[in-house]
């Protein structure tokens, strides 16, 4: 056998540990866009210290309360107890602090604001942190002496990305006015968002704190049509551009635009509003994300409603209500939360998966009757580009009398066309720098999905503060506009683990009876975690900024903490099994002539719980466990 085929020794990749990897361990705040600490409030949680726990989710965030009920939770995706069965139910929990502490936690002193800013002195376990206590002086501050600057800022658009705007330029000192065409503020988490998923009340009760921070709000204002733009840029410094994207994408097919086609967009405002929708018996949903699931279980809602008939006397009244969702996608390919799958099904939403429409069929008066679709035979081609192709022999009909499509949306750009400086490009987008929100206008900004297109909520808050902070630099205002990350690691005395926690398993929030849930709009699908499922569910958290830190110099590799780790997570190998890189050959290099007797410990982040045992064992108490923290702090 030659030295080539001679078999190789098993090489481990691994990492030297500094402060950007400890970093990196705490998923759920580093993939947080607004950097909320949700390991800090989830904590704080398990140790029955809720309005601490509030205080660290709200710091960061102005529409926390909104946030615990319908946020896309990428902390939860990026949860490292998720590889190993479940995420922590993060947003749910945020939910049960927010409930209790948030504006919407009832009437306080006055204006209905939270305890929190009404109280005169803060009791001491709340100020500990310097995020909450520099939070809480601004926002009392401003309480106290709303921004008055003669100058003021534009901000088209109320929904999340406008409102976290106007928030922080308050908070800097620079008075706002949001225009919103909607009757309503909120945009669309007031008109495209279900009340069964989003009360109405919640979002005043946010909206009311940022007026009560001089925030000005004029409703019922469509720029361009009301207003002009350039009457909008001469009352302002600057405007900030803050519109969703509220335009449905039309269903690009025969008898596209038939009677009884409707925008699921466009349906739903309608219901927002109180306004009558129309819609018959039987109504065809197609997309299969959220906004589709949205407009298929508001249908079977209204449907409901509009004919006065609970979901119990339907079959009595002779009312055979039908409810299908079509889209392209498999099951396992659906873009639609999972929750929202389920409730859909347990709320009568016929689903219909990997089928894409190829005609819509009407009556002779031109009216929907159906819908032709054809199985998808694959979805992407061989560049991995979305390419759908269909088995044109493979025909399903589905009958309705109403169509909802739920396909995307795209900004409508039309104010805009006629202001000179600005630049758009092939597909008609405003052309701007998303992390700035700058455009080739000095004076005109962009946040949220007008910068970037469709995201998720907590995305377009964080756009909103980004962008807030720019525009305060371009009124004057001395602040940084990078962040700069503030990093600690100190070693924990009596550190203690609830024993069983690792084998806690996720609880998902209790969900309202279905035959409760369905008669009426405004009844809350999901209901709030009791406090002690709130504190079991937090028990769960692995403790990430917690980390085992290994003394080598008192370490004599005995092993007895690879033997005692019950996760197997542990491993001591040779220095020469390390597979080379940068690191680890400076690493080989420093070590010189020692370096073929050296042996490394390698730790398997995604497998450890945070136990101690590993500590608990060491003889020489080479092993402590140190709680890391860190925060993005403009500096």
């Known amino acids: 056998m030659s030295a080539e ?38 904590q704080a949680i398990a140790r029955g210290e809720l309005e601490k726990a509030y205080l660290i989710a709200r710091a960061p965030n102005p529409l926390a309360s909104i946030c615990g009920r319908i946020c896309g939770a990428p902390c939860e995706a990026n949860c490292r107890r998720g590889n190993i069965d479940a995420p922590v139910a993060i947003r749910a929990l945020k939910r049960v602090v927010c409930e209790q502490y948030g504006p919407e936690s009832g009437v306080h002193a006055r204006e209905e604001l939270p305890k929190w800013i009404v109280s005169q002195e803060p009791t001491t ?13 601004q926002l009392k501050a401003r309480l106290a002496n709303p921004a008055s600057d003669s100058r003021t800022i534009g901000i088209i658009g109320s929904g999340p990305a406008g409102l976290a705007a106007a928030h922080d330029l308050a908070i800097l000192g620079f008075p706002s006015v949001v225009y919103e065409r909607e009757p309503v503020a909120g945009g669309m988490l007031a008109v495209g968002i279900p ?12 909206i009311d704190v940022i007026r009560a921070l001089g925030v000005k709000f004029e409703t019922g204002v469509q720029i361009g049509k ?11 410094e600057k405007v900030i551009v803050a519109i969703g994207a509220k335009i449905p994408r039309p269903l690009p097919i025969p008898g596209g635009n038939a009677k009884g086609v409707l925008g699921g967009i466009d349906f739903l405002r309608d219901v927002a509003l109180g306004e009558t929708t129309g819609i018959g018996n039987r109504v065809l949903v197609i ?19 509009e004919r006065d008939v609970t979901p119990q006397a339907r079959k009595l009244a002779g009312i055979g209500a039908e409810i299908h969702l079509a889209c392209l996608e498999s099951l396992d390919q659906m873009l639609a939360d999972q929750v929202e799958i389920l409730e859909g099904e347990e709320e009568g939403v016929i ?4 089928i894409g429409p190829a005609e819509v069929l009407t009556d002779e008066n031109g009216h929907v009757k159906a819908v032709k679709f054809l199985r998808v035979v694959s979805l992407w081609d061989e560049n991995g580009r979305f390419s759908p192709q269909y088995d044109t022999g493979d025909e399903t009909i589905i009958e309705c009398d109403t169509v909802l499509v739920c396909i995307g949306q795209s900004v409508d750009w039309s104010f805009l ?24 206008h000095d004076d005109i900004f962009l946040a949220g999905d007008a910068a970037y297109g469709p995201r998720l909520a907590i995305d377009a808050i964080a756009s909103g503060k980004r962008i807030a902070r720019v525009v305060a630099t371009k009124m004057g205002a001395q602040i940084p506009l990078e962040t700069q990350t503030s990093c600690d690691h100190e070693p924990i005395a009596d550190y203690y683990r609830r024993e069983g926690f690792e084998r806690l398993a996720r609880q998902e929030s209790p969900a309202q009876d279905v035959t409760e849930r369905v008669g009426a709009m405004h009844v809350q699908v999901e209901r709030t975690f009791s406090e002690d499922d709130a504190h079991e569910q937090a028990m769960r958290c692995l403790s990430c900024n917690v980390n085992t830190v290994f003394d080598s110099s008192r370490c004599v590799l005995c092993g ?68 890391f923290s860190f925060q993005e702090n403009y500096q």
């Open 226 to 236: 009301d207003i002009s733009i350039d009457e909008l840029m001469s009352r302002h």
């Open 287 to 305: 997309g299969g994300g959220n906004v589709a699931y949205d407009a298929a279980r508001t249908a079977v809602r209204r449907v409901y409603i």
């Open 195 to 206: 009340e069964y998923r989003l009360p109405r009340s919640l979002i005043s009760s946010e």
């Open 125 to 137: 376990e709340n100020v500990d942190r310097e995020d909450i206590r520099q939070f809480k002086d």
């Open 417 to 440: 066309k006629g202001v000179d400086g600005l630049d758009f490009d092939e597909r008609g987008n405003l052309k701007n720098d998303p992390a700035t929100g700058r455009t080739s």
């Open 560 to 627: 007895g903490c690879v033997d005692v780790c019950p996760e197997d997570c542990l491993k001591i190998i040779p220095i020469t099994k390390l597979e080379r890189n940068e690191e680890i050959d400076t690493l080989i290099r420093e070590l010189g002539d020692e370096a073929g007797e050296t042996s490394v410990i390698l730790k398997d982040e995604d497998r450890c719980i945070r136990c101690a045992l590993c500590a608990e064992r060491c003889p020489n108490d080479a092993i402590t466990m140190e709680l």
């Open 351 to 354: 689903r219909h998966n990997g």
């Open 5 to 42: 085929d001679e078999p190789q020794p098993a090489r481990y990749s691994a990492e030297i540990a500094d402060a950007d990897y400890y970093k990196r361990l705490i998923g759920c705040q580093s993939g947080c866009p607004v950097h909320t600490d949700s390991r800090g409030y989830v």
